[in-house]
Structure formats: structure tokens, C-alpha cells
């Protein structure tokens, strides 16, 4: 059985920090690009960051670039997101994904064919 479980959400003052964990199983996990989307009320799922499954590259949506960082520990299958500097227009649901690759494209995440994606864990940024 396929899961992505995320974890390391909660509540954080603006200008403060919280880190990502999504712990993976049940698929090949260096076959695939993982990384995180988020998902605010009321708005549209955005690519927060990635790392192709092609190159290696890590790629970031412009709105985090500077102050988010994706690593994975691959002998754990765990894909993790420091969140720096967090601003209260990062509150948002971040799921973590898995699909066949992804880019950035003028400062935006494309994934391409999201096989697989997490329940999503909450990120509250308090002004």
C-alpha cells in the first residue's frame, strides 16, 4: 500500500520557523520527483517546491524561494521542508507528493503526473 504521511505542521509567529517531514512507503521512491504543494482556503493548489526525479535538481516556487529548503534522507524515504522566515501568507495545508517529474517555470512548481500525494498537514503563520 502506497503512503505519504506528513507531519511537523502547527501553529508559528510570523518570522518563525517549523520543518516538513513526509515519511514514504510502499512505492520505489528514487524512481520519482517528490516534493510539496500547499493548498490555502479558498485558493489554488500551488508547487512549493521539488526535486526532479530526471536531474536531481531542487526547484522553488518564487513565493518561498530564500526561505524554504527541500532535502530527503533516501535511506528513510522521508522528504522533509525547512520552513524559514514563515509569513502569514504561508498558512496552508502542505501536502507532499510523488509523481513522474516536475519543473519551474517563471517561479512556478509544475508537477508532472502526481501519482501519489499525502492527507496534508496544517501550517498556521500567525501576524
Known amino acids: 500500500e502506497v503512503q505519504l504521511v506528513e507531519s511537523g505542521g502547527g501553529l508559528v509567529q510570523a518570522g518563525g520557523s517549523l520543518r516538513l517531514s513526509c515519511a514514504a512507503s510502499?512505492?520505489?521512491?528514487?524512481?520519482?520527483?517528490i516534493g510539496w504543494f500547499r493548498q490555502a482556503p479558498g485558493k489554488e493548489r500551488e508547487g512549493v517546491s521539488c526535486?526532479?526525479?530526471?536531474?536531481?535538481?531542487?526547484y522553488y516556487a518564487d513565493t518561498v524561494k530564500g526561505r524554504f529548503t527541500i532535502s530527503t534522507d533516501n535511506a528513510k524515504n522521508t522528504v522533509y521542508l525547512q520552513m524559514n522566515s514563515l509569513k502569514p501568507e504561508d498558512t496552508a495545508v502542505y501536502y507532499c507528493?510523488?509523481?513522474?517529474?516536475?519543473?519551474?517555470?517563471?517561479?512556478?512548481?509544475?508537477?508532472?503526473?502526481?501519482?501519489?500525494w499525502g492527507k496534508g498537514t496544517l501550517v498556521t503563520v500567525s501576524s
Open positions: 507528493a510523488a509523481a513522474e517529474d516536475c519543473i519551474e517555470d517563471s517561479g512556478i512548481i509544475y508537477y508532472y503526473a502526481m501519482d501519489y
Open positions: 526535486i526532479s526525479s530526471n536531474d536531481g535538481n531542487q
Open positions: 510502499g512505492f520505489t521512491f528514487d524512481d520519482y520527483a
